[in-house]
């Protein structure tokens, strides 16, 4: 069975103008959709149709197959990423995430700094991510399309800092587009629910 282009889980126009509707017709409707379409190419080429996405993007990986492996891999990438936003102000670590957070860096507005200063430093295409080692949470970036599935890594977050995520809104100004994002629109029910097991292993979901 193909994989298809996920629903974004809130309106184009929901995030204001930390991500404009504009934004999000490209990098969803267009730069998400043709890794999509470009995975679904190779399938059949690499016996792997009907594969869930994460036996898709480690097999891929273990092959050496890059094409399959990048278009793959930026699929789950993009998914993960949409469902990590949500409109600003709408939700809050929950305790154990936030305890977390105080012990590990410190407070929330440390944690996002490290957070920003890890993706605005990391050269060129990539992923900054938040994650969940040996029971603390660390700040990490890949680089391109590499994601932590092909890694064993417990993802709590990742935001986008390909330039097609922010030119449109920012131009070339990724520091900007990464403090708009990460003070404003993150979805902390989603990293506290990723935290509890409850949405990391999202891979087979998201195809």
Known sequence: MAFT?????FAKDALGDHMSAETLEYHHGKHH????????GMLGDNDLEGANLTTVIKRAKEAGNNGLFNNSAQIWNHSFFWMGLAPEGSTKPSDKLQAMIDSDFGSTDKLLEKLQEESAGHFASGWGWLILNNGKLEVTSLHDADSPVAHGMTPLFTVDVWEHAYYIDYRNARPDYLKSVLHNIVNWDFISQNLDGQGTSRADQLG
Do not use: E, G
């Not at 282009?5 to 889980?9: C, E, F, H, T």
């Not at 959709?33 to 679904?40: G, H």
């Open 33 to 40: 959709k043709a890794y999509v379409d470009k995975t679904n």
């Open 5 to 9: 282009l996920p629903d974004l889980p």
